[in-house]
């Protein structure tokens, strides 16, 4: 590439030195002009055998212009009317430097022919050569121009448009996209190193990947494994809980098992993360009647802290286990930061029926709104020192959306409420 250009400035060289040598022989070459005096004579000789038919001195070959006027200086013949432009009478002719020669026929004047200003004609002579040199000079210089812009389109700009092309696909993470290789340009010595480098990301980006996904079965593995153990708990907390007379003792057990449901909590969220992550997160919505969510609700208000309104009569399509899921952890999360009542309300909202729960805790500030169905997010306001994972409005609102449903989330001045649109059977 660098050979390219330093040849191209070479012959841009060479170009302009023989253009500059050229204009000086094309300058040079014409000298100053001596008029042939045989041919003055020859031609005064000819204007005097045509005297009186001035039309017939058209006919004859001369290699200059002659004005033709007679004795009372009217113009009677002119080879050129702009070589002669505003000559009237030979006084005109000899301020020009002009040749005026008489026309006698014996002792009789009849005119006077008048020849152009020998330095006039050699200097229009060299402004011709000149002109026609000069054109010829641009012409080839021109094209150069265009052929050295080409050869500039060819080897730098379209190469490094590529490159910038390229450099947007890495920032974009298609690792995919070859960079096409050229020696022949300036970059050419960069594209096979750059390529290397898009190899080597795409590499690490897949090592990367891999890695997550490693990590992703490990944490489902182990929150699955783990349920077994924390189920076991449960039941013998159940038991005991039966069994154990002592007030202390029973309230122990009671602690255990709350602990314990939470731990199964935590332990589901980070499952359904997993899965969902892992792309196994299945939802098989099926009809049901709206009967489910009171009973579902039952299920999940072991505080007895629900106070849920009339359910409308329908049928919903929903996965009872997914809805469930759902359901428990709204709930689960009101016991944990606001421990106040809670109220459920239904209503018919197009093709959904809305089912709103609210409690009357802090709530969260309106600007985390928008943050609290991310994953791992948990409020500012009244999480300090409780035990949380930032998954269980993840998980429910995704839940939600495989059921062709949504979770909304709204803080009130008393309160927090999330609104749950529970997709109608059609």
């Known amino acids: 590439m660098i050979k390219g250009f330093k040849r191209f400035f070479i012959y841009l060289t060479i170009l302009i030195i023989a253009s500059v040598s050229l204009l000086i022989m094309v300058a040079g070459s014409t000298h100053y002009v001596q008029i042939d005096t045989i041919q003055l004579n020859a031609v005064v000789q000819t204007v005097k055998e045509n005297w009186g038919k001035p039309e017939d001195l058209s006919r004859h070959e001369f290699d200059m212009d002659f004005l033709v006027l007679g004795d009372g200086n009217e113009q009677l013949y002119s080879s050129s009317d702009k070589v002669f432009e505003g000559i009237k009478v030979p006084l005109d002719a000899v301020s020009e430097g002009m040749i005026t020669m008489p026309v006698n026929d014996g002792e009789e004047f009849l005119g006077t022919v008048i020849f152009p200003n020998p330095s006039k004609v050699a200097i229009s002579r060299i402004i011709h050569r000149l002109i026609l040199a000069t054109i010829l000079i641009i012409l080839v210089m021109l094209s150069s121009y265009i052929i050295f812009l080409y050869y500039i389109n060819r080897t730098v700009i379209l190469p490094f448009n590529r490159m910038k092309e390229f450099a947007g696909f890495i920032a974009q993470g298609r690792l995919d996209e070859p960079l096409i290789m050229d020696q022949n340009n300036i970059f050419g010595a960069f594209t096979e190193s750059f390529d290397i480098m898009r190899e080597e990301l795409r590499a690490s980006k897949q090592r990367e990947a891999e890695l997550k996904m490693k990590e992703k079965e490990l944490v489902a593995s182990l929150s699955h494994d783990l349920k077994t153990p924390v189920t076991g708990i449960r039941a013998i907390c159940a038991v005991l809980s039966v069994k154990v007379q002592d007030e202390y003792a029973k309230a122990k057990i009671e602690n255990i098992e709350q602990k314990t449901e939470e731990i199964n909590t935590l ?123 930032g998954l269980g409005l993840y998980i429910s609102s995704e839940l939600m959306k495989k059921m062709q449903g949504c979770l909304i989330c709204i803080s009130e001045k008393e309160g927090f409420e999330v609104i749950l649109m529970i997709p109608l059977a059609k």
């Open 267 to 389: 332990l589901s969220d980070l499952l359904s993360s997993a899965l969902d992550d892992l792309g196994e997160m299945n939802v098989n919505p099926t009809e049901e009647t709206s009967d489910i969510l009171r009973a579902l609700v039952e299920e999940h208000d072991i505080h007895n802290k629900v106070t849920a309104g009339e359910i409308p009569g329908c049928i919903i399509k929903v996965d009872k286990n997914r809805i469930s899921q759902v359901i428990g952890n709204i709930i689960n999360n009101s016991y944990k930061y606001a421990n106040t009542k809670i109220d459920i309300s239904y209503k018919f909202s197009g093709d959904f029926i809305e089912m709103k729960i609210k409690d009357y805790g802090e709530g969260v500030d309106p600007d985390e709104i928008d943050f609290l169905t991310n994953k791992f997010y948990r409020g500012k306001k009244n999480t300090a020192g409780k035990e949380g994972s």
